[in-house]
């Protein structure tokens, strides 16, 4: 059975991972680390005792040790499985069959990336398999809200306002904002004076970065170049610039509205007075950026480079 959610439903529905009387094979996908570590820290060790290993560790001689040999599990002993695409295809078949040879143990597999064996482990039945889905752009507050839960932190609503206008919206830049409020702030009396030299402004609107586009491209390919590699973050604007470009390009819906907003007003403005084959291409390049972000691609970096040494910053759009 595969069920999808989103993390902060996922961790509501079942603040302890699994059910306490859980058994057989499980397995988990979520690509960020930090869901990663919550699902985890989270599994019941207290009613259940769990060994962890990496899916490395599952070659044919630890399955023939640890489930060939049943004196492993003589004390309910249980086990997650980090990393668990590292699972060799040709061990699995015998590691798959040798769990469900085993009525009151509990193995938990964690999938950073979904591959061959985790998309067949979700067409069986007897299996539980569940996506953490990854939030989108704007979901941010969400994402938040549940770092202060997790990190049991209470900020005031001016405060979480800060971090949301100055940090990404991922959870690596909130847990870290999180864990050096709490240690700067041991009292909870937060300075605003200190606050805004501990956290540091990392994060661009989308529409912000349109303004850089309006701007000069350059200026807008400069700064995706200077922040930290975050594919989901570049994938996020590459597709939320096609959309946008792709609004100037076909303006006739928003032509054809009773009223305009100023969102709608500055597309037609902009539809007028940039170069539209200019645009086109721009477009295009942003496809191409999609693409090599949702592949995790190294080669993003460069693409950017080329493309900053190809246009003209002092050439007007």
Not at 67 to 96: G, K, R, T
Not at 154 to 166: C, G, M, S, T, Y
Not at 244 to 258: C, D, G
Request: aromatic content about 12%; overall charge negative.
């Amino acid at each position: 059975m595969h069920s999808k959610f989103l993390p902060w439903d996922f961790i509501h529905k079942f603040p302890q991972t699994i059910s306490t009387n859980s058994n057989g094979l499980l397995a988990y996908l979520t690509s960020d680390p930090y869901i990663e570590a919550i699902l985890t820290k989270q599994l019941p060790k207290k009613e259940k005792m769990f060994h962890c290993y990496s899916g490395s560790d599952i070659t044919r001689d630890f399955i023939e040790e640890h489930f060939c040999n049943l004196s492993f599990f003589s004390q309910n002993e249980n086990i997650y499985i980090i990393n668990a695409e590292l699972i060799p295809a040709q061990n699995f078949v015998l590691f798959s069959e040798k769990i469900s040879d085993l009525a009151n143990q509990l193995v938990v597999l964690f999938f950073t990336k979904s591959t061959k064996l985790f998309l067949e482990l979700s067409k069986r039945d007897d299996t539980q398999v569940v996506t953490i889905e990854a939030p989108r752009f704007w979901e941010g507050q969400k994402m938040l809200s549940l770092a202060m839960k997790v990190k049991q932190v209470d900020l005031k609503p001016e405060v979480i306002r800060f971090l949301l206008e100055n940090l990404e919206h991922n959870f690596e830049s909130f847990f870290r904002a999180l864990d050096s409020i709490k240690v700067t702030f041991e009292n909870g009396q937060i300075d605003f004076s200190i606050l805004k030299e501990l956290i540091l402004r990392e994060r661009f609107d989308f529409f912000e970065m349109v303004d850089l586009y309006y701007q000069n491209p350059n200026k807008l390919y400069k700064v995706m170049l200077s922040n930290e590699l975050d594919f989901d973050w570049l994938r996020s604007l590459a597709n939320f610039m096609q959309g946008h470009l792709a609004k100037i390009l076909f303006p006739q819906e928003i032509r054809e509205k009773n009223k305009l907003s100023k969102y709608d007003e500055a597309i037609l403005f902009n539809n007028e007075r940039l170069n539209l084959e200019n645009v086109q291409n721009d477009l295009k390049y942003f496809s191409e950026l999609e693409i090599l972000a949702k592949s995790k691609d190294q080669l993003i970096l460069n693409s950017l480079r080329l493309k900053i040494l190809e246009t003209n910053s002092n050439t007007p759009i």
